[in-house]
């Protein structure tokens, strides 16, 4: 009867413990390879990532990037001038063609390679644009909204950002649909997706320009976008200058002169001053 026991004991013990080892083995292998391939997600330190800028007029938003240490693969605009000026701006391939007859595939042939692309940007028109007939000119789905949706869908990059004037937060389709609305429903498929307003003069650039920022971070990476940290703190960030310096001298127009700059343009309201925002 014991050695009946014994046996039975000694069988369960080795079940047990054959089990405890698979089940080991199992999740070894599986924190191998989810640490496999989550390597190969992550770019090399000290590789770029690679941006394609649609919509890239003369390249402002190219330059910023470019200074920020991105790789810029290629900018995309309508307008041949603007891309005139891109091209001398930058080294890499600039394309003036109108987005809606330029398929991604056809981009790659252009360009001769398969693309990989991490990040687009652009700032798509997203009003006045329909594709066909009489639709709804304000609703984004009919307009060159769908085309940068239609390049991010394709490359499906790491992250997106895109621009836009501020009246996009209000505006409606014709139905009363926000815009906005159907915007984020596009990209929060497959993006976690933040929505910022930011003043320009807040990030050093000289201009009083609010604008609304899209960014967007492809969910499978676990990042969820943050609002955006102004670079200017204080009032006297805005305008750099020497001690004691003021707005006059750094545009040589002197209290009490009865001209000004604006004398070549034959503009001669000095007003200017007081209607612009430099606080």
Same mark, same amino acid.
């Given at each position: 009867h014991k050695n009946v026991k014994s046996k039975a004991e000694t069988k369960?013990?080795?079940?047990?413990?054959?089990?405890?080892?698979t089940k080991a083995e199992t999740k070894a292998e599986t924190k191998s390879e989810t640490k496999a391939e989550t390597k190969?997600?992550?770019?090399?330190?000290?590789?770029? *990532?690679?941006? $394609?800028? $649609?919509?890239?007029?003369?390249?402002?938003?190219?330059?910023?990037l470019v200074d920020a240490g991105f790789d810029i693969i290629a900018g995309i605009d309508i307008w041949d001038k603007a891309i005139e000026n891109y091209q001398k701006n930058f080294n890499h391939k600039a394309i003036c063609e109108d987005i809606r007859n330029l398929s991604p595939e056809q981009l790659e042939n252009t360009l001769?390679?398969? $693309?990989? /692309?991490?990040v687009i940007v652009g700032g798509p028109p997203c009003?006045? @644009?329909?594709?066909?007939?009489k639709r709804d000119t304000k609703d984004p789905r009919n307009s060159l909204f769908m085309e940068y949706v239609k390049y /991010?869908?394709? @490359?499906?990059?790491?992250? @997106?950002?895109?621009?836009n004037v501020m009246g996009i937060l209000s505006m409606k389709t014709a139905t009363g649909?926000?815009? /906005?609305?159907? /915007? *984020?429903?596009? @990209?929060? *498929?497959?993006y976690n997706c933040v929505v910022l307003k930011l003043f320009a003069s807040d990030f050093e650039v000289p201009q009083n320009r609010r604008r609304v920022i899209i960014i967007g971070i492809r969910k499978d990476l676990n990042i969820i976008p943050k609002e955006v940290e102004s670079f200017i703190k204080t009032v006297d960030q805005r305008i750099p200058a020497p001690p004691g310096a003021d707005i006059y001298d750094a545009t040589g127009i002197r209290r009490g002169d009865t001209g000004s700059v604006f004398d070549s343009v034959g503009r001669r309201d000095r007003s200017v001053f007081r209607r612009c925002d430099f606080h």
């Open positions: 369960a013990e080795t079940k047990a413990e054959t089990k405890a080892e190969a997600e992550t770019k090399s330190e000290g590789e770029k *990532l690679k941006v $394609l800028d $649609l919509f890239c007029g003369c390249g402002g938003m190219t330059k910023g001769q390679q398969k $693309l990989d /692309i991490d009003q006045g @644009f329909s594709i066909a007939g /991010i869908n394709y @490359f499906n990059p790491r992250g @997106f950002i895109m621009e649909e926000n815009v /906005i609305d159907i /915007i *984020l429903s596009q @990209f929060s *498929l497959k």
